[in-house]
């Protein structure tokens, strides 16, 4: 479960994914990921609607990087490693696994 920390980070990132006017990016990484993993776009989303933040990094002035854990409707567990710049409400996604696959770098 998420640190009493991050919950604010959580509570943005889900609103995020329900809005409209967001920005979504995908890296090549991120795509290839989704590819091996048998995972998705919509799981993807699935998954920012669900998640609880688990890790959070101050990258620079702007943004951060933040390791979030969600499920998809087909109940897979996906870890996912996001550069998020609120200012901006623009999301990247950088790297998808599924949880029972994942390997620290």
Not at 84 to 90: A, D, G, P, S
Request: aromatic share 8%; glycine share 4%.
């Amino acid at each position: 479960m998420a640190a009493a920390r991050l919950r604010t980070e959580t509570r943005f990132l889900r609103e995020f994914a329900k809005s409209y006017f967001t920005e979504t990016a995908f890296t090549p990484d991120a795509e290839r990921d989704m590819r091996l993993a048998g995972v998705s776009l919509v799981g993807v989303h699935q998954a920012l609607q669900s998640c609880v933040v688990v890790d959070s990094e101050k990258e620079d002035a702007e943004g951060a990087r933040w390791t979030v854990e969600g499920k998809t409707v087909e109940d897979i567990s996906l870890c996912l490693r996001l550069d998020v710049y609120c200012n901006h409400y623009r999301v990247t996604i950088l790297n998808v696994w599924r949880l029972s696959e994942r390997t620290d770098d």
